[in-house]
């Protein structure tokens, strides 16, 4: 597609239960991020992809959260046990390679509700 | 780490009226930066972005910002504020070296007044 696909568009989960998020970047950009954005929070950074090297899962924020990236493409987040402060929503992004300065693009997100 | 620091959660403004949206940065080495737009229930659109030596950069909806070291601001300005300007406006950076990652401010909410 033309732009960077989330889906769902929007979740509400149990508390204790796992949820999957996918994302389809651009085609053609290499780098793949996820960022949530809380209430109040604003942006926040999870994990970034690139190319064939090793994710920088530095923003995530406990072991629950984990993403990986398959052939270079698509994209899962996934959260283990959910937990009502893990609501937000969380955006995908891709950007052409690590070269810095470079354009990132962004999905209109997923909304995740914890109940 | 970088930081952005953006003044003023809340906006208010006339139709017609400038818009003026406060962003300050903390790095000792210039970073590149970049203004979002957010509109309700959308996802982040580019506005503008500064990685070269042109300091004033303008972008889309007549917005523009102005990059000024000895300050380490990045402002975004519009001269005539539109009633489709209300939108959640976020400041970024990143880094020159290392990984094109951005770092956020907490965003400031732009309402315009009829």
């Known amino acids: 597609g033309a732009g960077v696909s989330q889906s769902p568009s929007n979740k509400v989960t149990e508390k204790g239960k796992d949820v999957e998020l996918r994302c389809d970047p651009i085609?053609?950009?290499?780098?793949l991020y996820w960022y949530r954005q809380s209430l109040g929070q604003g942006l926040e950074f999870l994990i970034y992809?690139?190319?064939?090297?090793?994710?920088?899962k530095s923003g995530l924020p406990s072991d629950r959260f984990s993403a990986e990236r398959t052939g270079g493409s698509v994209s899962t987040l996934t959260i283990q046990r959910t937990q009502q402060e893990d609501s937000a929503v969380y955006l995908c992004a891709s950007s052409l390679d690590k070269g810095t300065g470079n354009t990132i693009y962004f999905g209109e997100g997923s909304w995740l509700t914890v109940v | 780490a970088q930081s952005v620091t953006q003044l003023g959660s809340h906006v208010s403004v006339s139709e017609g009226a400038l818009v003026l949206l406060r962003c300050n940065y903390s790095?000792?080495?210039?970073?590149?930066l970049f203004w979002y737009v957010q509109y309700p229930n959308q996802g982040l659109q580019l506005l503008l972005k500064y990685t070269s030596a042109a300091t004033l950069v303008k972008g889309i909806n007549g917005f523009e910002a102005e990059f000024k070291k000895s300050e380490t601001s990045f402002h975004l300005t519009k001269p005539s504020a539109h009633m489709s300007d209300a939108a959640e406006y976020f400041c970024?950076?990143?880094?020159?070296?290392?990984?094109?990652?951005?770092?956020f401010g907490t965003g400031t909410r732009l309402t315009v007044i009829p």
């Open positions: 992809f690139q190319g064939n090297s090793a994710p920088d």
């Open positions: 085609s053609g950009h290499t780098a």
């Open positions: 790095s000792s080495v210039p970073p590149y």
């Open positions: 970024a950076v990143s880094e020159r070296t290392g990984a094109n990652n951005l770092f």
